[in-house]
């Protein structure tokens, strides 16, 4: 089994509906990031958690939500979803050296 | 702005060439790493250094930290169609703790 587990794998979807991408891990770390990957743009922050009471806005936030149920489930919503969400998202987990990703989630919103 | 400045963005060479991808920043790091990633994968790790000009070798790969923290360089020996992937860096600025990748080097290698 994966270290980390994205679901669903592929989305798509119709501009404004609500979507949940959902993310656990089974490497017992606290940090938990969820990022979005364009081409030429790279990988890039949307919200981080150091542990279950803690959520902080990534360089994107805007848009997007998250929930850390427990120190392994941390999911991303996007409340109304709108084209330019489109994109490869990652979910990851690790320490302060090192990080895990999942496969990711390719979303398509219509 | 981008915090971590890599280049190049693209590379194509033929098997058995040497190569250097660069990573910049004007910021400190506390840390830097590695990733490679394939297609339809997430980043993979390949290392993480932490000191001021440490040297860290993976079989044909050598990694170096610059001395002071702001900079790093992968550098491929003798390059395989294996080799062929995103290579993203990525690091903790030492003033908050927002693990920051750049935009990768993507690197193609010819058989």
């Known amino acids: 089994d994966a270290d980390v587990t994205q679901t669903p794998r592929n989305r798509i979807t119709k501009t404004g509906k609500r979507i949940m991408l959902e993310c656990s891990q089974t490497?017992?770390?606290?940090?938990m990031y969820w990022y979005r990957q364009d081409p030429g743009l790279g990988l890039r922050l949307i919200y981080y958690s150091f542990d279950v009471k803690d959520i902080n806005k990534g360089e994107i936030s805007d848009g997007y939500s998250v929930s850390r149920q427990a120190q392994a489930k941390f999911s991303l919503s996007l409340e109304s979803a709108i084209p330019n969400q489109t994109a490869l998202y990652f979910c990851a987990t690790g320490t302060r050296t090192e990080a895990f990703f999942g496969q990711g989630t390719r979303l398509t919103v219509v | 702005t981008q915090l971590l400045e890599q280049s190049p963005q693209f590379l194509s060479i033929q098997e058995g060439e040497n190569l250097t991808v660069y990573c910049n920043s004007s910021?400190?790091?506390?840390?830097l790493q590695w990733y490679r990633q394939e297609p339809g994968e997430g980043p993979v790790l390949l290392v993480t250094?932490?000191?001021?000009?440490e040297v860290k070798k993976l079989k044909r790969l050598t990694f170096q930290f610059g001395d002071a923290r702001k900079d790093s360089s992968l550098h491929i020996t003798a390059a395989q169609p294996g080799d062929t992937g995103l290579y993203l860096c990525?690091?903790?600025?030492?003033?908050?703790?927002?693990?920051?990748f750049g935009k990768g080097t993507l690197l193609t290698v010819n058989p």
């Open positions: 490497k017992g770390h606290d940090r």
């Open positions: 910021s400190v790091f506390s840390s």
């Open positions: 250094v932490v000191t001021g000009g």
């Open positions: 990525a690091g903790l600025p030492s003033s908050n703790y927002k693990l920051t």
